[in-house]
Nanobody, 115 residues
Framework: QVQLVESGGGLVQPGGSLRLSCAASRSIFSFYTMGWYRQAPGKQRELVAVFTSGSGTNYADPVKGRFTISRDNAKNTVYLQMSSLKPEDTAVYYC?????????WGQGTQVTVSS
């Protein structure tokens, strides 16, 4: 059973920054893909940023140039550095990983961007 534990969410003013962390219960090398999704109230869950199967990265257009995904293999942790945050970035952010045909989700962490 894979466990993904997110942390780092909170309340931030527009233009501010936050860094989210996702700690995995096993080596992140075992994941086919790993990254972040988000879900705003009344909206569908959407991709934010992921490491792809070829170790590349994929970002959603609304976050390109503002968010950066990174990882620490020794700590089995993936990060999402979020800068220049906007109110429309407000959502629950979920860590996501795929092993074989199984999709794993974390419990989510709330990010609220408001003045």
């Amino acid at each position: 059973q894979v466990q993904l534990v997110e942390s780092g969410g909170g309340l931030v003013q527009p233009g501010g920054s936050l860094r989210l962390s996702c700690a995995a219960s096993r080596s992140i090398f075992s994941f086919y893909t790993m990254g972040w999704y988000r879900q705003a109230p009344g909206k569908q869950r959407e991709l934010v940023a992921v490491f792809t199967s070829g170790s590349g990265t994929n970002y959603a257009d609304p976050v390109k140039g503002r968010f950066t995904i990174s990882r620490d293999n020794a700590k089995n942790t993936v990060y999402l550095q979020m800068s220049s945050l906007k109110p429309e970035d407000t959502a629950v952010y979920y860590c996501h990983a795929v092993t074989g045909t199984i999709v794993h989700w974390g419990q989510g962490t709330q990010v609220t961007v408001s003045s």
